[in-house]
Every structure is written in C-alpha cells, then in structure tokens.
C-alpha cells in the first residue's frame, strides 16, 4: 500500500487511528486546518446560483 501523503505539504500523513480523532489524511492538525479554509473559501468564492433565479424561456 503506498504511505499516505498530506496533500497541503506533502509529508507523510498522520496515522489513522481506531476511535480516536487524527489530522489523518493530512499531516498534522495545521494542515487539517489550512485545507478546510481553502475549501471555505472556495465555496465562497463560487458564484451561488439561485434556482428561482433562472427562468425557463418565457
Ligand atoms: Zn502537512
């Protein structure tokens, strides 16, 4: 199985563990915490389309 690496830097990731709460998939609980901002702030950044908004041809 190939090691688990963090996708924020690229270390190994922090090990999973049973019942216990990991920074795994990434590294460490900063990592964690830097991917979960970026992916925030993506979805703040993607124009938000309001269906009522969009009228169907009339
Ligand atoms: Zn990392």
Do not use: N
Request: proline share 14%; hydrophobic share 20%; with cysteine.
């Amino acid at each position: 199985m190939p090691e688990p690496r963090c996708p924020i830097c690229g270390k190994p990731a922090a090990p999973r563990e049973k019942g216990r709460k990991t920074a795994h998939p990434f590294c460490s609980e900063r990592c964690r915490q830097v991917d979960l901002g970026r992916w925030l702030s993506e979805t703040y950044t993607v124009p938000a389309v309001d269906p009522e908004d969009q009228e169907e041809g009339r």
